[in-house]
């Protein structure tokens, strides 16, 4: 879709999109693929809608990251963890979705979590108020496939309080999509709340599908990420995923 809207000079209306992509291999087999583009320039960070179906690309710039820790502040945490967890998923080679109340709420190194994050939009997994509990999930890293976006791996960041309702909003997410659900938090205390609720109803029966990791856990992820990003970088144009 990004080659398609350059090739229009950057910007088009969506039967212009269209246009440029019929014909690929792809669309051959997929019957519902101008939805798929409908849903894409939605989602994605790439495409700024202009209004009346115009799309226009939209020049993304990820800002640099340094080194970090957490500083035991709870709403700065809560930020810090959000932004680590986006910061690696990019890294890791995935789509990255941070809720939406979030997005220009919370920051990351002086920087909106909007600025960060790939996809805008949560695709659609399930119907109902399911659906607007999982676009309430602090950070979701996303795969693609032919039927589009999906979650692979899903995160909640909770103090002693919100354990609970962290594991209540991941179990939102489809079983069949094989999520794998994940609870940050900052101390053994929500590891002693995770490790109880898992075992109850109705998360017992998932409990397999539930990790828990400490802040600690996470910074020294980001804090490696990093490292091996510049080593990567200074290695030459390797790529993950």
């Known amino acids: 879709m990004r080659d398609a809207l350059a090739r229009l000079g950057g910007e088009g209306h969506l039967s212009e999109i269209n246009e440029k992509v019929e014909g690929h291999p792809k669309t051959n087999t997929n019957p519902t693929w101008r939805a798929t583009i409908r849903k894409v320039v939605r989602q994605y960070r790439d495409f700024e809608p202009l209004g009346g179906g115009h799309y226009r690309l939209r ?16 709403e700065v945490d809560h930020g810090a ?8 998923g990019n890294a890791y080679g995935y789509e990255t979705f941070v809720s939406r109340r979030d997005q220009n709420t919370r920051t990351f190194q002086a920087n909106r979590l909007s600025e960060f994050i790939t996809v805008f939009e949560c695709p659609t997994v399930a119907t109902g108020p399911n659906q607007r509990k999982i676009r309430e999930i602090d950070v979701i890293w996303l795969g693609e496939d032919d039927e589009g976006l999906y979650p692979v791996y899903a995160f909640e960041v909770e103090m002693t309080t919100g354990v609970k309702d962290g594991l209540d909003r991941l179990l939102k997410i489809p079983e069949r999509i094989n999520t794998a659900l994940f609870v940050i938090g900052p101390s053994e205390k929500e590891r002693v709340l995770f490790d109880k609720f898992t075992n109850q109803l109705p998360f017992r029966r998932f409990k397999e599908r539930f990790n828990f990791s400490l802040y600690s856990e996470l910074e020294d992820l980001y804090n490696s990420v990093l490292t091996h990003e510049e080593a990567r970088r200074s290695f030459g144009p390797v790529n993950p995923r």
Do not use: W, Y
Request: glycine content about 8%; charged content about 25%.
């Open 81 to 88: 963890a959000q932004g680590m967890l986006t910061v690696v």
């Open 59 to 74: 020049e993304v710039i990820v800002p640099d990251v340094e080194p970090d820790r957490f500083v035991g502040e709870p």
